[in-house]
């Protein structure tokens, strides 16, 4: 009997630690989401972000965030008053990361990343005209003039620095 009852007892136990950790599992990703699909979310506006267009803000004080789009951060950046040491775009034709600075941006393209694109509806099922939006319009980088040109002809919008974009940002 007591054997019997040891025995038990070794079964059970594993069997609640294990359902502790599935538990465990569980909860993290009911409760991120980006977690589950294994996606990145934006610091600051905790959209998705794309690959394509995402953006690195350095801080004085070593910290870094990053964001879906161009647009968000440089927002940020001008909004919040962030002392940024240096800033990061994303070449939409390599991936690859370039320096803000460095970088040419097409700006109101017709390439809209982050903005959700089924319209809102009131209670009544009215449907919200959009208004304002941080990432719009949108902002994509290049570090490349013939790949802006390309782009240009598909998708249309206007180029843009660094430096105009923050400046346009702090009106
Ligand atoms: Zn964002």
Redesign the pocket.
């Known amino acids: 009997m007591v054997s019997l009852a040891l025995r038990d007892v070794a079964y059970i136990l594993p069997k609640k630690i294990l359902l502790f950790i599935l538990y465990q599992v569980f909860f993290v990703f009911l409760f991120f989401p980006s977690v589950q699909a294994g996606e990145l979310i ?6 998705k ?1 794309h690959p394509q267009v995402s953006f690195v803000l350095e801080l004085r004080d070593g910290s870094r965030i990053k ?3 161009p ?3 440089i927002y ?1 950046q001008a909004q919040a008053k962030l002392k940024v040491k240096a800033a990061f775009a994303t070449d939409y034709i390599s991936g690859k990361a370039l320096k803000a600075e460095e970088a040419i941006f097409v700006e109101d393209s017709d390439l809209d990343f ?1 903005s959700h694109p089924a319209m809102l509806l009131t209670e009544s099922k009215t449907p919200l005209a959009k208004v304002w939006d ?2 719009l319009p949108s902002l994509v980088a290049f570090g490349n003039p013939d790949d802006v040109r390309k782009f240009q002809q598909k998708h249309g919008g206007h180029l843009l620095s660094y430096e105009d974009i923050v400046r346009e940002r702090q009106k």
């Open positions: 934006c610091q600051v506006c905790q959209r972000i964001t879906c789009c647009g968000c951060a940020q982050c941080r990432c």
